[in-house]
């Protein structure tokens, strides 16, 4: 399926010892996929405000953790969302871009494996930084990702609530 004019078969996973990274690329369908009800979850509340209604947004959380806020950036190249959950000690943040022309992302990582994790027939990747554990996804013409102190198991079970709607 092509979805916003990105060939999903061109979206390429690389990583190194230290980055990890995806690249896009473009074709001529501009066909849309969107499913799911809206759910009590305040970063889906504000993808569904923008028409968005694929399961990007975890539902799950480790304890202590709540939703503090989500900021939108709009460039004619992608539309991202950065939301925040906060726990008394530490934080996690998930970032959904929509991205409408090809791109090129890299993030950081340490020498350890990249773990892939399928969910939902969406594969998705667990790396470390550091402390931090950082999860990248790509699904349709989103790439995702969430990133926090959180353990190896804690990282699934959030994927895993992504797509509990269904």
């Not at 405000?49 to 709540?66: H, K, M, R, V």
């Not at 022309?101 to 990582?109: A, C, G």
């Amino acid at each position: 399926a092509n979805t916003l004019g990105l060939n999903l078969w061109g979206t390429v996973a690389k990583w190194t010892s230290d980055t990890f990274g995806f690249s896009t690329a473009v074709s001529d369908s501009k066909d849309s996929n969107q499913i799911g009800d809206e759910i009590n979850n305040s970063l889906q509340n504000t993808l569904n405000q923008y028409g968005i209604t694929t399961d990007l947004a975890p539902t799950w959380f480790p304890e202590g953790y709540s939703f503090i806020s989500v900021d939108v950036a709009e460039t004619p190249a992608r539309t991202t969302f950065h939301a925040i959950y906060k726990s008394e000690e530490d934080e996690i943040l998930v970032s959904i871009a929509l991205l409408s022309q090809p791109s090129t992302s890299i993030y950081e990582k340490d020498s350890e494996d990249v773990a892939v994790f399928l969910s939902n027939e969406v594969e998705h990747y667990i790396m470390t930084n550091i402390e931090y554990t950082q999860v990248v996804w790509s699904n349709d013409n989103f790439e995702c990702s969430m990133s926090g102190r959180i353990t190896f198991a804690e990282a699934k079970e959030m994927i895993n609530s992504i797509y509990e709607r269904n």
